[in-house]
């Protein structure tokens, strides 16, 4: 069925640092591709998304590349900042499954002041 | 405009007590999804809607759950009887697309913290 792989499931970087997220899917029919954010008790929300017609994507400090041939896809996070430290969630759309997203398992992002 | 909003926020409750949890989706989204997140097995897809009627309910977990949506504007998902097990947060989620569309964001809301003694 369909899977997500998702890696590292903690990272710790120095404020200011970079922080790198990776995510593999299996299906290769997927298209979209989101990445969440949840802070402690809060909810998953929306930061950026790419779909499969587009290899990168930026919004200030963050950015999503894409490499369908691989099925590989990354979350960056430049000049990291306290305020980052979140759960992140990547996920894939499904084929022939409408709006259905798999998640991956979350990586545990912590920035060190 | 008002995100997904979810009822009761927080919920504790002894076992073998029924347990209804309430979702009204973003006006116009077509889709709904109901998740549970916990530490152990991350976030789950119980089931999800479209344009009202349950498309996948493969993730619900056993006969003891079940969901409903008899609007477009409200869902409900039901534990009897409930278990220690059972206690987690409950998400529901809505997108806006529907049949023959793919990929759309979904909005989560913010969740029912479950809790059964």
């Known amino acids: 069925g369909e899977n997500v792989e998702q890696h590292p499931s903690t990272l710790s970087v120095q404020e200011g640092d970079s922080a790198v997220i990776k995510c593999t899917y299996s299906?290769?029919?997927?298209?979209?591709f989101p990445w969440y954010k949840q802070e402690l008790g809060k909810r998953p929300q929306l930061i950026i998304d790419?779909?499969?017609?587009?290899g990168e994507k930026k919004d200030q400090r963050i950015a999503v590349t894409l490499n369908k041939t691989a099925k590989h896809f990354s979350l960056h996070i430049t000049e990291t900042q306290p305020e980052d430290s979140a759960v992140y969630f990547c996920?894939?759309?499904?084929?022939?499954?409408?709006?259905?997203?798999?998640f991956g398992t979350g990586t545990l992002l912590a920035v060190q002041p | 405009d008002a995100g997904v909003i979810q009822s009761p926020r927080h919920e504790v409750t002894e076992m073998g007590q029924e347990v209804t949890l309430r979702c009204k989706p973003i006006?116009?989204?077509?889709?709904l999804f109901w998740y549970r997140q916990t530490m152990m097995r991350g976030l789950e897809l119980l089931i999800y809607?479209?344009?009202?009627?349950?498309?996948?309910d493969s993730g619900m977990p056993e006969d003891r759950f079940s969901a409903k949506m008899p609007n477009a504007s409200f869902s409900t998902l039901k534990i009897q009887p409930s278990e220690p097990r059972d206690s987690a947060v409950y998400f529901c989620?809505?997108?806006?697309?529907?049949?023959?569309?793919?990929?759309?964001?979904?909005?989560f809301g913010d969740g029912t913290r479950l809790s059964i003694l």
């Open positions: 989620a809505s997108s806006p697309g529907g049949t023959g569309k793919e990929g759309q964001p979904q909005h």
């Open positions: 299906d290769s029919a997927s298209n979209y």
């Open positions: 790419i779909r499969s017609n587009v």
């Open positions: 996920a894939a759309g499904v084929r022939g499954a409408t709006n259905k997203l798999i």
């Open positions: 006006s116009g989204h077509n889709s």
């Open positions: 809607f479209n344009n009202n009627v349950p498309i996948d």
